[in-house]
């Protein structure tokens, strides 16, 4: 708002008014400073944070910034994972049924002329 020499009666007036808007000023100057002082403390935690990601997270295509590089571990893992439950599947098959397949073909050639 416009200051004008109406708004002052006397210069006592005029010297209150300087005066509380010194006090304004420097209220605002030092939540400044405070703001300041905080934001240079985020900006030290947040290099911190970053740091300590840099070296502790893991070094793995999943966290790649591209999509298929992501995609493309993640159908490694996929496929890797199938395999080895499929081998020990297979295993486990073999292991009960063979009994029963070695059974099944004696009967077979037993009753074959």
Do not use: C
């Not at 990601?53 to 571990?73: D, G, I, M, Q, Y």
């Amino acid at each position: 708002m416009p200051i004008s020499a109406e708004q002052f009666k006397n210069i006592h007036d005029l010297v209150r008014y300087l005066n509380d808007l010194e006090s304004k000023v420097n209220l605002l100057e030092e939540q400044n400073t405070a703001l300041r002082t905080s934001l240079e403390e985020m900006n030290t935690r947040n290099a911190d944070l970053v740091a300590f990601l840099k070296e502790n997270w893991p070094k793995t295509s999943l966290f790649h910034r591209s999509f298929w590089v992501r995609a493309l571990t993640i159908f490694g893992h996929n496929l890797v994972i199938q395999l080895i439950l499929g081998a020990f599947l297979m295993i486990l098959y073999f292991a009960i049924l063979a009994p029963v397949l070695v059974q099944l073909f004696r009967q077979m050639s037993g009753s074959l002329p």
